[in-house]
């Protein structure tokens, strides 16, 4: 019954007939299924709409600041832009962009399985996540958020705008996430494809196992902190307002309780996509398998006991400023355990600059600015100064855009083939790489300057003598976007193509590429049986 | 759902077996795993209450010691023994369907729900004296006899944590509900009867919730 995938002879399928994108038409067949694939397509053509939408805001906001004062928008608007931007992309995108569209479609396929453990979980947490975001939009509709993605109190608890329905979308955001996180580490414990033991799984598991357990651990804190707002505004219980005998800086503990173990929910499983991509296209088994795999799990550890350094100035208590500071180093170790893991494995490898491979390396070097400048916020005195800056902003969408959004375009090219069954054009996706490369640092390297120089975040206002660096972001996020504008171009393009993706387009040796593109409904025509590990690439006949 | 193309010989023996799974044992220890990663947010939810609760209690001692004193002990303790004897039921009924038992197993999941259904009874008369008497949450507060400034708080407390613990239970009955149904229709046997077995442990959770409510709102000075 089961098939042996001999290393020799990697099965190369071609494009299929019947698939699980046409084995069954309708609309109502994609809204009531329960196959983790078109589970994942529905949620990536969602992410990438909320993407769209935060990006919109962002070029609005960067338009705003090109000049000091007004520049198209009055400062109410501009608030509630840079809240919508954050919120947006935070909520509806990064967070379940890896894990719930991608990881949704490979996950399964990486581990051999036919489907994730609980299918109609999964269906569900699509469904909430819509709900999530029609709440979202409501609030938009309804007069907008103005208090920042963080919702601090006290001024979220008396700000007029539609705060409550924000928060319930964020809360509501909440339970989706845990449901693909449930469902994922089930899906890992249970469902490995014969021959398949924790040690021979592909790295992507491991960094969405990571994920997992602190999408499990860390969102029903958010959760609950979110109720607490919601009562809040509705019933003035009193615990985060100070008139009442209550405390605002208890509301910062408990929403970075979740929301610092989340930035981790953002990057593992970008980590997770690097660890994939470098290897197949490096045709070199990956070094330190065990250090990466391990790693993810200890950043994982490490996410819960590193909130405070968002609170270095806002009174806590001198001591656990310190001992948050020194917690907030060991971040450091992990992080660069991967990174230097995968510059090993690329050393000396037969590199194949593809599309993927460019916005793997993309990110090494971007995830490296964004790592260390971390450090320099970790560190006490230094955060004193660069509290609440630009600096802050340019470190996080260095670790935010320049890591996750990149490693997500990497695995979005990696696995567009297989998603869909088409081939995209590879010489745009290195127009729109370069392009992106280069706007991106155009946009956040002046950031970085003008907060070492003082200029305070979310500011409508601010000093000429900063025009010159704020106009030079602003031109720097218009090839950002064009870069981004491309890239939706020609795959969106490549969907009118026919299906002409072979079953294995990159050489990569996990199990998603011995299924044809786009794989049959069941994934596997046999299940398969694990005979080499997923990155054996010098076994005889694999080298390139 | 349950895709019986594949091995139709074999599959016919196990009606709830889902495709995706290759054997009933595998689909049983997933969905363990799921529950108690469920019970897992679970805690962690309502942890944050008691956090919340604890932080603001130290800062308020004296108004939290005073507004407990309105809280009916007889009343908190007959709950937390019906809702004992209701997480005793529903262990008979696991083992119930574990001993192939139907008629067994439907009784005691009667008498679980009947448990809870006491227990909501006696929430309401608890619910409504409070607020007869004006204590309420919040902005909502009118207590007009003796008090400790800041009472308003501890109350806001009691009723959203018994508040979400009671909605919690109408959760569990909603599912013991649906586990009865498929009782009655006679989908369990001792080969598969995992979804009594889940939602046991979703009410000994929800019990348990209760056990450490009671102290820290009733009785705790």
């Known amino acids: ?544 | 759902m349950s895709e019986t193309a594949a091995q139709p010989g074999r599959r016919a023996h196990e009606p709830f077996l889902q495709h995706h799974f290759a054997e009933p044992e595998q689909q049983v220890e997933a969905g363990k795993i799921g529950m108690w990663l469920f019970l897992v947010t679970e805690v962690l939810l309502f942890g944050g209450l008691f956090v919340a609760f604890g932080i603001m209690q130290t800062r308020h001692p004296e108004a939290f010691a005073s507004a407990h004193h309105h809280l009916d002990r007889i009343m908190g303790g007959l709950n937390t023994i019906v809702l004992l004897s209701s997480s005793f039921t529903m262990v008979m009924a696991v083992a119930a369907a574990a001993a192939n038992k139907r008629k067994q197993l439907i009784v005691f999941l009667v008498l679980t729900l009947v448990f809870a259904g006491v227990f909501l009874v006696v929430k309401y008369f608890e619910y409504s004296h409070k607020f007869h008497d004006g204590l309420l949450p919040g902005k909502y507060y009118s207590f007009q006899g003796e008090s400790v400034p800041g009472e308003f708080m501890f109350f806001s407390f009691y009723f959203m944590m018994t508040g979400l613990h009671g909605i919690h239970v109408l959760a569990g009955m909603g599912a013991i509900g649906w586990v009865l149904r498929r009782a009655i229709r006679g989908d369990f046997s001792n080969r598969y009867y995992a979804p009594v077995d889940l939602v046991g442990l979703y009410w000994h959770l929800v019990d348990l919730i209760w056990i450490y409510l009671f102290p820290l709102l009733y009785l705790i000075q």
Not at chain 1, 160 to 168: A, D, G
Not at chain 1, 372 to 378: Q, S
Not at chain 1, 467 to 485: A, E, I, K, R
Not at chain 1, 531 to 544: E, F, I, M, V
């Open chain 1, 1 to 544: 019954m089961t098939e042996v995938i001999t290393p020799a002879a990697p099965v190369h399928r071609g494009p299929a007939d019947l698939h699980y994108l046409n084995e069954h038409r309708g609309l109502r067949s994609w809204l009531t299924t329960v196959d983790h694939k078109r589970i994942g397509v529905m949620y990536l053509w969602s992410v990438l709409l909320a993407f769209l939408l935060g990006g919109i805001f962002a070029m609005l906001v960067r338009l705003e600041l090109l000049t000091p004062k007004k520049t198209i928008i009055e400062a109410d608007a501009y608030n509630q832009a840079f809240t919508l931007h954050g919120a947006i992309m935070i909520f509806l995108f990064i967070i379940p962009a890896i894990p719930a569209a991608l990881g949704n479609f490979v996950l399964p396929l990486l581990l051999g399985a036919k489907d994730v453990a609980f299918p109609r979980l999964n269906l569900a947490s699509y469904y909430v996540y819509v709900i999530g975001a029609l709440f979202a939009l409501g609030s938009m509709l309804t007069g907008g958020v103005d208090t920042g993605w963080t919702f601090y109190t006290p001024y979220s608890t008396t700000s007029n705008t539609s705060v409550s329905m924000m928060t319930m979308a964020a809360f509501i955001l909440g339970f989706s996430s845990i449901f693909t996180g449930v469902n994922f580490i089930a899906t890992i414990h249970k469902l490995r494809a014969p021959g398949m033991s924790w040690h021979t799984m592909p790295l992507f598991v491991w960094g969405t196992y990571a994920t997992a357990v602190i999408q499990v651990l860390a969102t029903p804190v958010l959760g609950i902190t979110l109720l607490l707002l919601l009562m809040e505004r509705v019933w003035e219980i009193g615990i985060f307002d100070p008139r009442l005998g209550g405390d605002p800086v208890l509301f910062q503990h408990f929403f970075w309780f979740y929301s610092h173990p989340a930035v981790y929910i953002m990057i593992l499983p970008g980590m997770a996509i690097i660890s994939e991509v470098v290897p197949t296209f490096s045709k070199k088994t990956i070094f330190g398998y065990k250090a990466i795999a391990y790693s993810s799990v200890a950043i994982a550890f490490v996410s819960f006991l590193v909130w405070g350094h968002h609170m270095f100035t806002s009174g806590q208590s001198d001591l656990a400023t310190a001992v948050f500071s020194f917690l907030t180093f060991l971040v450091a170790i992990p992080s660069a355990i991967k990174v230097f893991n995968w510059l090993a494995t690329m050393y000396r490898g037969s590199l194949d600059l593809k599309a993927p491979m460019l916005y793997a390396i993309m990110f090494l070097l971007l995830f490296a600015i964004g790592g260390l400048t971390g450090i320099f916020l970790g560190t006490i005195s230094v955060d004193v100064h660069l509290h609440d800056t630009y600096f802050v902003v340019a470190h996080f969408h260095y670790v935010m855009m320049g890591g996750t959004v990149i490693a997500f375009l990497a695995g979005l090219h990696y696995w567009w083939p297989k998603m869909f069954g088409r081939m995209y054009s590879e010489s745009w996706a290195r127009v729109a790489a370069a392009l992106i490369f280069i706007g991106f640092n155009m946009t956040f390297i002046p950031q970085f300057i003008m907060g070492s120089r003082g200029m305070p975040r979310r500011y409508y206002n601010y000093l000429d003598q900063f025009q010159p660096l704020h106009g030079f972001s602003t031109f720097g996020s218009w090839v950002l976007g064009l870069g981004l504008l491309i890239v939706a171009g020609y795959l969106l393009g490549s969907l009118r193509k026919r299906c002409d993706a072979p079953g294995s387009p990159w050489g990569g040796m996990t199990l998603e590429w011995t299924t044809s593109s786009p794989p049959i409904t069941h994934n596997f025509e046999t299940t398969p049986v694990l005979t080499h590990g997923p990155y054996d690439y010098s076994l005889p006949g694999r080298r390139a």
